[in-house]
């Protein structure tokens, strides 16, 4: 298929332009030679190129601020327990250390859905958030996890979704492991009908894997207050939507929390909304009257940002010999 102009009055600017319709047989010629366009079918310079490739470019992990502090994240080794006791004395003598919160000493923050909390007794994944610390240097951090001491009570898990569906299934939340009910459902035509009057039918199983988003940056946060106003560098796709969720989890209203991303290191479907360690570092920061950074390892990655879950699908399908 090639094409050629036509004539078609469509107001641009105030003037009329030449219009490109798809005609067989005519060479592609583009916009009419004479029509005063200024960004379309020039060359341009991206504004964003120089930065990228000099590596200039400041990302949200790149991002640092006087005074500031680093915060690391002490998560269950276990995909389904209980909270029996934290004991965070001997982290808190540790030089460096500045803050330390879990989940006796903040507000109660629901999460996902108001099914859990941020810091919940009951812990659902292996990686599920349990303390946060706050220090002068991440190594101080990671050093202060080390000492914190965790009594847990272990209970039965699953790590299949077709198990964890079954009513003897170990239950993640009191009320079952589905979230939101029953499926949704949508159907069109005879589907019996349809079956019967088929000359071939073929029906199998199917399952995908678990996918992990890996960009190259890592989730990350940098919090700093002034006074009763919350700003947040993230490395995220959707400001607004961290934004939307830190005002929820901070009961605080949106007009005094500022969400901002220059450059960001990929996302691949995650990144696309407020997370845990976004809020823990909001919290750190209002504790500690000091900026807060915070950023997830790759082990953390892998278990705490989110995934593209795997599924099963049983599917079957009819046809007949003219290909309908």
């Not at 039918?201 to 678990?210: A, G, L, N, P, R």
């Not at 993230?234 to 961290?242: C, E, L, P, R």
Request: some cysteine.
């Amino acid at each position: 298929m090639t094409r050629k102009i036509i004539k078609a009055k469509y107001i641009f600017e105030g003037d009329p332009v030449e219009k490109i319709a798809e005609v067989p047989g005519e060479r592609q010629t583009g916009w009419v030679e004479g029509t005063d366009l200024k960004i379309v079918g020039k060359e341009h310079t991206r504004k964003d190129g120089y930065d990228k490739v000099s590596g200039s470019a400041i990302y949200t992990i790149d991002k640092e601020l006087p005074n500031i502090l680093y915060a690391r994240t002490l998560r269950s080794p276990f995909p389904n327990a209980l909270i029996k006791s934290i004991d965070t004395s001997k982290a808190e003598k540790l030089k460096g250390v500045v803050k330390i919160i879990h989940k006796d000493n903040i507000p109660k923050i629901t999460w996902y859905w108001d099914s859990t909390l941020l810091f919940d007794p009951h812990v659902r994944h292996e990686g599920d958030e349990v303390v946060c610390v706050a220090a002068e240097t991440t190594e101080i951090a990671e050093e202060a996890l080390s000492l914190i001491n965790i009594e847990y009570e272990e209970l039965p898990f699953t790590v299949s979704a077709s198990e964890a569906m079954k009513d003897d299934a170990p239950k993640v939340h009191d009320w079952g492991n589905v979230m939101g009910g029953k499926p949704s459902e949508h159907s069109r035509g005879d589907i019996e009908k349809g079956f019967a009057e088929a000359d071939e039918i073929v029906e199998d199983e199917f399952s995908t894997q678990i996918e992990i988003h890996h960009p190259t940056e890592v989730h990350c946060s940098v919090a700093n207050w002034d006074g009763d106003y919350l700003t947040i560098w993230d490395s995220t796709q959707a400001i607004f939507n961290v934004r939307r969720e830190m005002s929820r989890a901070l009961n605080m209203p949106e007009s005094r929390i500022r969400i901002l991303k220059k450059y960001m290191g990929g996302g691949f479907g995650s990144k696309l909304e407020g997370g845990k360690y976004s809020v823990m570092a909001a919290l750190l920061a209002k504790e500690t009257g000091r900026p807060v950074k915070i950023f997830l390892d790759r082990k953390e990655m892998n278990l705490a940002v989110g995934n593209r879950p795997d599924s099963f699908q049983r599917i079957k399908i009819g046809a007949k010999k003219d290909g309908n």
